[in-house]
């Protein structure tokens, strides 16, 4: 804001006539003005009426040089005002005035008076400036008034000391101040602010936003389970039908789009605010108060990205580009189905001035406007192209992973409800997602250079983690290495994985070997692999376990099957090895590796002396057979007596064609001759 003076020269030439000739006064020391405005906000004619009065007074005295006197008069002022002011009237001492408008390159108006008469020394005049400053919705310039808010910038006028501001609200509306004010409530008028004797009107300026809620037109809706009301400025019917059919139809669209339950379980409020457009946005959500603010502006991708903010805000994605680029794509995809916009992202400049890693986009507010623009088309693109790669279906579980903090290499197991970053956002598209130019977009766009290494050791382990999985096959893996991975300790999870193959491949060797005895491995090793929560000993140990219980009964087996003599057979008369080693094959199928072990022993012990057994089983069974021999054998004798006499008898006591062992007889037999 410029104050411009101009000043006429008067030239006294002694005892005769005035020469005037108009010359530029010097600054301001020739005049003093005093500038009171007074601010009516008309909520009725949205509209703030501006009254501005300029109390001028010539201060510049005459001069004198030998004989000369020369005195100064004014006739001509300007001014800035509000480039935005319409209906100006100017009248001076309450008579018209005449006046020029002018725009200046400082973003101003300048209102150049000339004086009905010229101002001489000592000599007052006044002039009465009015204009207004239209503030309807979706008007051209910044300021809105209506029942339900004003907000506006201030100006004043005025010498140091001789400037003061009144403003006047309507009934409701309590106004918070921005800028080198300093307005209190006035002591005798109600609704009305104001301050004095401001020492520097030329610095001076406010911004006035206030704000009466209740005055604001409410329409609530019933599209889920806790409701959503929609609050428009009074009289903006247009907004009010706007977001209401948009919302209507966008609400339900979204909630199958995404394939999520709707997450606000209070009421959100969607409100019609000018805040987020003087902060140079389109809206905002603000998670706290579950509400959503958002400019008059009607638009269905702005109204629908902002409600997609319901699911993706501050409590999901610690990186602030994630959920401004689902929060981009869901929002156009939504108003596309419903055909009420849509629309694709570009490819970014990869030169492009403001182009910035985006895991260091700062906050709302912290960035220019060409950083924010630069920061939503990326973040806008790089999402997209993960949807189009993926497909909608993978993206639903994507969100349903990272929604309710599934582990995305173990999606059994809950993660912490702390914000989730861009490694396991990353960890999700492809672990879940299925993407395959995740990597190479995150670490093209939103990830600094810095970050390579790790995402090539990341590259890495996860090759090698892959390949466990494929080979654990019905094996699941423990909870410990999946944790590791999602919290991207890759040093604390190699050593795991490489412990987990060694126990694999004592699996695999197992597996061969019960195979080959047919037998069914129990789910002994398995289940100890399946609970490890620090290290592989406990799994290691069981199949260790399970591989000497294996040769073992393989020992057993083989002894079991072998081609055995007669003697041999005849030591196991009273055995069966076929029961012998279903026993322990029932054993080692139930994991009872220890009773498995001792079947197997006794078995292989039982074959191993079945040689020896035979051969005592085979000297008893030769004495029996002698002595059932005799005990046959003396009757018939005895009655060949009777006719042959006593030497035959003698005689054939002693006939044995195939005696028995000796030691096969018992002392009783041996004395039995006698």
Not at 112 to 124: A, G, K, V
Not at 565 to 584: H, Q
Not at 604 to 621: F, K, P, R, V
Request: hydrophobic residues 40%.
């Amino acid at each position: 804001m410029s104050k411009r003076l101009f000043a006429s020269l008067a030239v006294l030439i002694s005892l005769s006539f005035v020469v005037a000739v108009p010359v530029p006064a010097q600054a301001a020391d020739g005049i003093a003005v005093t500038g009171d405005v007074l601010y009516t906000a008309d909520a009725l004619h949205e509209t703030l009426h501006t009254e501005l009065t300029l109390a001028i007074r010539n201060v510049t005295p005459p001069t004198r040089s030998g004989s000369t006197t020369t005195s100064y008069f004014y006739n001509a002022y300007s001014f800035g005002v509000h480039r935005e002011a319409v209906n100006i009237q100017v009248l001076q001492d309450g008579a018209p005035a005449d006046f020029e408008v002018t725009h200046d390159n400082e973003g101003t108006s300048r209102i150049d008076l000339s004086f009905n008469s010229n101002l001489n020394y000592q000599r007052s005049t006044t002039f009465s400036v009015t204009y207004d400053l239209p503030g309807g919705p979706r008007s051209d310039n910044p300021f809105r008034v209506n029942g339900a808010l004003t907000s506006a910038f201030l100006f004043a006028w005025g010498d140091p000391g001789l400037s003061s501001v009144t403003l006047r609200l309507p009934q409701g509306q309590e106004p918070e101040f921005t800028g080198s004010q300093n307005l209190l409530p006035s002591p005798s008028e109600g609704a009305t602010w104001v301050q004095t004797e401001i020492d520097d009107s030329f610095q001076w300026f406010a911004f006035v936003d206030a704000r009466n809620d209740g005055a604001l037109t409410i329409e609530p809706l019933s599209l889920t389970n806790h409701p959503i009301v929609v609050r428009a400025w009074p009289g903006d019917t247009e907004w009010l039908s706007t977001v209401k059919d948009v919302l209507t139809d966008g609400q339900p669209m979204m909630q199958e789009v995404l394939g999520l339950e709707w997450p606000v379980d209070e009421t959100l409020t969607v409100q019609e605010s000018i805040d987020p457009t003087l902060s140079g946005y389109g809206g905002w959500f603000v998670t706290a108060d579950a509400l959503i603010e958002i400019g008059e502006h009607l638009d269905a991708d702005l109204i629908l990205h902002e409600l997609s903010h319901a699911w993706f805000n501050g409590s999901l994605f610690e990186e602030r580009w994630i959920g401004e680029g689902l929060a981009e794509y869901y929002g156009r995809k939504t108003a596309e189905l419903i055909g009420e916009g849509g629309g694709i992202a570009g490819e970014p400049l990869s030169f492009h001035p403001s182009r910035f890693d985006l895991n260091s986009w700062p906050g709302v507010g912290e960035s220019d406007q060409e950083e924010e623009i630069w920061g939503y088309e990326t973040a806008f693109y790089i999402i997209q192209t993960l949807a189009e790669e993926i497909g909608e279906e993978s993206m639903r579980e994507v969100l349903d992973t990272a929604y309710n903090h599934k582990n995305p290499y173990l999606p059994s197991l809950t993660e912490s409800t702390e914000l989730a970053g861009w490694q396991r956002f990353l960890d999700i598209l492809e672990e879940v997602g299925g993407s395959s130019k995740a990597t190479g977009l995150l670490r093209e766009w939103a990830v600094a250079e810095t970050k390579g290494p790790l995402l090539d050791h990341r590259t890495a382990i996860r090759l090698r983690f892959h390949n466990l999985v494929a080979h654990a096959d019905t094996w699941e893996l423990p909870a410990m290495i999946a944790e590791n991975l999602s919290q991207w300790e890759f040093e604390e999870a190699e050593p795991l994985i490489k412990e987990a193959e060694v126990v694999l491949d004592l699996r695999d060797s197992a597996e061969d070997q019960a195979g080959d005895l047919g037998l069914i491995r129990p789910a002994t090793a398995e289940e100890a692999f399946e609970a490890e929560s620090e290290s592989f000993k406990q799994a290691n140990a069981a199949i260790e376990s399970e591989l000497a219980s294996l040769e073992l009964y393989a020992s057993a087996s083989t002894a079991s099957s072998a081609d055995r003599s007669w003697i041999e057979e005849l030591g196991l008369i009273r055995e069966d090895p076929t029961s012998e080693l279903e026993d322990a094959k029932a054993a080692f199928e139930a994991g009872q590796f220890e009773r498995s072990d001792a079947e197997a022993q006794e078995l292989i012990d039982l074959i191993a002396g079945a040689e020896d057994t035979g051969e005592t089983t085979a000297q008893a069974l030769g004495a029996i057979a002698a002595l059932m021999f005799v005990a046959g054998a003396v009757p018939a004798l005895l009655r060949r007596r009777r006719r042959r006499g006593d030497s035959a008898i003698e005689g054939a006591l002693y006939l044995d064609p195939t005696p028995a062992p000796p030691s096969a007889i018992s002392a009783d037999q041996a004395e039995a001759p006698e």
